[in-house]
């Protein structure tokens, strides 16, 4: 299954300002295909263990209130290539250096608040997708 599935969430944000159906949209006209998908609020205690892999930087705290804070969309996506490809779709962390028409040019209003997260290696994707998804939800 490696290189050719990748997590996703539509960030809190995104998901309170009505965003998840156009990101969703962006997510197929960019070629993936959704193999699971849903909605659910992450517990400080998911969030904390979730993005356990910045516990030591400064923004850690902030970031698992931010991703607590409300709804999120989580997805397993697939497509050839769907880790570097989707990185690709959604653009650059800070949506001022993102490439116009990424997901986040369009749809991001911070560095922070970014509206979605996308896996950054194979391994990592088959692990966010663990993390959140049962094999028997994923189509």
Known sequence: MANNITFTMIKPEAVANGLSGKIIDAMIEGGFKVKAMKLKKLSKEEAGEFYAVHKERPFY???????????????????????????????????????????????????????????????????????????????
Not at 90 to 102: K, L, R, V, Y
Not at 110 to 123: I, L, T, Y
Not at 127 to 137: K, L
């Open 61 to 139: 705290g902030e970031l698992v209130d931010y991703m607590s804070s409300g709804p999120i969309v989580a997805a397993v996506l697939e497509k050839d290539n769907a880790v570097a490809d989707f990185r690709a779709l959604i653009g650059a962390t800070d949506p001022a250096e993102a490439a116009e028409g990424t997901i986040r040019a369009r749809y991001a209003t911070s560095k922070a608040e970014n509206a979605v997260h996308g896996s950054d290696s194979d391994e990592n994707a088959q692990i966010e997708v663990d993390f959140h998804f049962s094999a028997d939800e994923i189509i």
